[in-house]
């Protein structure tokens, strides 16, 4: 046996999946870490585990935040002490070892238990091992008990403060299919560079490594993929024919539906995948400005622009909120996919839910009105302007939209027919729509769709 193999024979010994999953969640949630950054870290630093081992890993990270409310609600039902007394590795552990036992049916409940007990000890908390035990032990054998009611918070593990505004904004059937929806575990979405190799050509390549792809009901480029490992070592996506996007964000440059030639500014780019998709669809004609605040955000751009390999698209570092008097009135098509408060992609991205509040939501509508009121110039009379958000509350979206079009002289653009699936939205025709988790096949998403009038108004800049 080489070094190398003694090496990581015996660092595979020194530490469990479990272990791991403990420090990636003890990071998020006692640290304020973000999930997505803190288990792709992990998951690089132990790559090599075995792909069972690093799904493992991911499932119980994600799935303990996912519902965390849930587990508390549990725990405090079950334990003398309640959670927000207990030390934050024992509460950590807990909620852990506690999704295991109600949402892992293959995983035993002695092993959940024992393993428990095992890093109690192994982490110098070895006087509270019995505590821990008890707790899950207790779990274990009452779990068929266990009941949340009409508790839809509790239920879905969902602040009530978003289950009240999504009931008084959409009604409490399409707020609990839309929560239901987000606890749904979803498959890696993606959009085939087609102008790089035919939809079956990459169909292929990932199929030959053992990955499943199905199409998107909403675009004929978007499919969903479900066994893979590490999408960034597929031959697909190494070869530029993959970005990563979801269904619904896919349709901003279906809606924008830019000509050959286009002059197309995407103001709030990174990663990119809404850039590079004016930049196929131009195919290779035209010009995509990527804008994004900091060059490190421009970066994330470039290294995408570099694998795919596009010519017509190039990126710049800019504050949205500044007007650049350089670019006045020379866009075919803006691009505003503006920062926002991310409620519909909470499915992705579980701690987004636990970060969000409504003055949160109400600062974030200020600064996309503050964006909004500087991009609309760039936009040539007769252009267009798509304003779009990945998230799901009226104030950052209808009422955006109905600002705008009352404050600078823009009109909607019916946007009828243009996606794949037939939407059956009569906002459609009023150039929007808001996409919704478990009612659309997608993530939450708004998409407002927006022509600046030909006829200059002098009493323009807002009122």
């Known amino acids: 046996m080489t070094n190398v193999a003694k090496n990581v024979t015996k660092q595979k010994k020194s530490i469990t999946e479990r272990e791991i999953a403990l420090d990636v969640l003890m990071e998020v949630l006692e640290k304020d870490q973000f999930i997505h950054l803190v288990l792709r870290q992990a998951l690089t630093k ?15 990270s994600e799935g303990t935040l996912e519902y965390l409310l849930q587990m508390d609600a549990v725990l405090n039902r079950f334990s003398k002490t309640p959670v927000k007394k207990m030390k934050p590795l024992v509460r950590t552990l807990l909620r852990m070892s506690v999704y295991q036992l109600l949402y892992m ?4 409940a002695s092993a959940v238990c024992n393993e428990a007990v095992k890093l109690m000890e192994k982490r110098g908390f070895s006087g509270l091992k019995g505590f821990v035990n008890g707790v899950l032990r207790t779990v274990a054998r009452e779990k068929e008990t ?16 978003i289950v009240s505004m999504w009931e008084t904004q959409y009604g409490r059937e399409d707020t609990e299919t839309m929560l239901a929806a987000l606890l749904k575990e979803r498959p890696l979405a993606v959009r085939f560079l087609t102008g790089k190799a035919s939809a079956e050509e990459i169909r292929q390549s990932l199929t030959s490594q053992n990955i499943s792809c199905e199409p998107s009901a909403l675009s004929d480029d978007v499919w969903y993929l479900s066994g893979i490992d590490s999408l960034e070592q597929t031959e697909a996506f190494l070869k530029g024919y993959l970005q990563v996007q979801d269904t619904a964000s896919s349709l901003v440059g279906v809606f924008a539906a830019p000509k050959e030639g286009d002059f197309v500014m995407d103001l709030c780019a990174a990663p990119g995948g809404k850039a590079l998709h004016m930049a196929e669809l131009l195919h290779g004609s035209g010009h995509v400005e990527a804008r994004d605040v900091s060059e490190e955000k421009t970066v994330l751009i470039d290294s995408n622009i570099s694998r795919t390999g596009y010519q017509n698209i190039e990126t710049a570092v800019w504050d949205a909120r500044v007007f650049d008097a350089s670019r006045k009135e020379m866009a075919d098509i803006v691009l505003a996919d503006l920062p926002c408060s991310g409620l519909g992609i909470i499915g992705r991205k579980p701690d987004i839910k636990y970060r969000a509040s409504r ?25 267009i302007l798509v304003y779009s958000t990945c998230t799901i509350s009226t104030e950052e979206n209808e009422e955006n939209r109905a600002w705008f079009l009352e404050q ?15 939407l059956a939205e009569e906002s459609l025709r009023d150039g929007y729509v808001q996409l919704k988790p478990g009612i659309h096949p997608s993530d939450g998403f708004f998409i407002a769709v927006m022509r600046r009038k030909k006829e200059r108004s002098r009493n323009l800049g807002g009122r």
Not at 105 to 108: F, I, K, N, T, Y
Not at 146 to 160: A, E
């Open 46 to 60: 132990y790559q090599y585990l075995a792909k069972q081992e690093r799904a493992f890993i991911t499932r119980v």
């Open 105 to 108: 049916d293959r995983v035993p």
């Open 146 to 161: 266990i009941s949340f009611g009409d508790n839809l918070s509790i239920r879905y593990s969902m602040p009530q403060w």
């Open 359 to 383: 003055e949160k939501i109400l600062q974030l509508q200020a600064l996309q009105r503050e964006i909004l009121a500087a991009s609309w110039q760039y936009v040539k009379p007769g252009g």
């Open 408 to 422: 600078f002289p823009f009109e909607p653009v019916d946007i009828r027919g243009m996606a794949k699936m037939a």
